[in-house]
């Protein structure tokens, strides 16, 4: 799926546009325990609540591919034939009317997730989106919809206690403490079953969300969906700077380690000016086409190409928003740590002075702990 696709199916989560018409789920305590189920019409729910739990959903279709948004594919022996997706495919072709199928996904999450904090929540849904036709002039033409999108959306959210606060007492005319009740929090992950690519259901994919990128929760997607699951943006960077410094080594220098940044960041930049739908991607040798710009030795930019193949998979696309932090500009040594726009990375630089090394960076202008401070220039005396 391309980040257009996510937002024509987000764009849906409304009472007036979807086709959702029950949501299910189980609530379940931190001893993975389900106590209450849930199975209620969102035609006979108040439009807030509706809205609420459309808005719950929708937040599985939100943040960035391949960071929040996972691709996950399944083989071919599996849509074949195996026991996870014939169960999604299940769940899909009932309409999750099926109580039993409901349960059986259930307990797959249940059984896996440790949930910070215990008590969270399942929801299920399905809808059925008739797809309008996109016109040449790439305007979507509802009257000519030829396709129709059946999918099932699943979120989980924490359930938290509510925090104590003063409160109106209408009957009592005065203000008391008083706790709310437990609050569904946003979601936590979740998935959308199947893939909606080139705006067709796609059987071999599907859409898996984590809210914290460094914490994909590798345990459900092999509970539910028995794929390998991919590296998290987290696990993508630390391996991308272990081949870089791995196979540089003293080459690594500071110079190096700015070009990429900068190189990187820029195309970040370029592809989101471009409003391109499609994720960025490159490829390691992309990578080290940046690093013989640097003029680091060919040996080593083929031992930088040749570590990616191992941490990554041979001819792997990576994703350049997981690579580095685009933000920010970071510098640390064991006693101090420096961080800049990244745009003012150039002004960093590496001295040996005395055999010593040092960090470099202008300070016309200098506070400390908000104190503005004035530098003065030492002179020396002739002994």
């Not at 996950?72 to 169960?87: G, K, P, Y």
């Not at 500009?329 to 002004?347: C, G, M, Q, R």
């Amino acid at each position: 799926m391309n980040q257009r696709e996510v937002g024509e199916l987000r764009r849906r989560f409304r009472p007036d546009r979807s086709a959702i018409s029950r949501i299910y789920g189980c609530y379940v305590n931190g001893r993975k325990e389900i106590i209450s189920q849930v199975d209620a019409s969102l035609g006979n729910m108040p439009q807030e609540e509706c809205e609420q739990y459309l808005n719950l959903m929708k937040k599985v279709l939100t943040g960035s591919l391949g960071r929040n948004l996972i691709d996950i594919e399944f083989s071919t022996r599996q849509v074949a034939d195996s026991e996870e997706h014939r169960l999604l495919m299940s769940l899909r072709d009932t309409r999750l009317e099926d109580a039993e199928r409901r349960q059986a996904l259930y307990r797959r999450i249940i059984d896996a997730l440790d949930m910070e904090g215990g008590n969270y929540l399942i929801l299920l849904a399905y809808d059925a989106y008739d797809v309008p036709w996109r016109g040449g002039d790439d305007q979507l033409q509802a009257d000519a919809a030829d396709t129709v999108f059946s999918y099932i959306v699943c979120c989980v959210c924490p359930v938290k206690d509510g925090k104590l606060a003063l409160g109106f007492f209408s009957g009592e005319n005065a203000f008391h403490c008083r706790t709310a009740s437990q609050l569904v929090a946003p979601p936590e992950l979740g998935f959308l079953f199947p893939a909606f690519d080139d705006r067709a259901a796609n059987l071999y994919n599907a859409l898996f969300y984590s809210k914290r990128p460094d914490q994909i929760h590798q345990e459900v997607i092999d509970a539910v969906f028995r794929t390998e699951p991919p590296m998290s943006a987290a696990e993508q960077r630390e391996a991308f700077e272990e081949a870089l410094s791995g196979a540089l080594e003293d080459a690594c220098s500071m110079e190096v380690a700015q070009a990429v940044h900068e190189r990187l960041r820029e195309q970040i930049m370029q592809h989101k000016e471009s409003r391109d739908p499609e994720p960025l991607a490159l490829t390691a040798e992309d990578v080290g086409e940046i690093l013989r710009d640097c003029e680091v030795e060919e040996e080593r930019v083929a031992a930088f190409v040749e570590e990616c193949s191992r941490q990554f998979g041979d001819n792997a696309v990576l994703t350049p928003g997981n690579l580095i932090n685009s933000a920010k500009f970071e510098v640390e040594t064991a006693n101090a740590k420096i961080s800049l726009d990244p745009a003012s990375s150039y002004l960093i630089e590496t001295r040996v002075i005395d055999g010593r090394k040092y960090l470099l960076i202008p300070a016309d202008e200098v506070t400390v702990n908000g104190l503005a401070v004035h530098i003065q220039q030492k002179l020396q005396t002739m002994q």
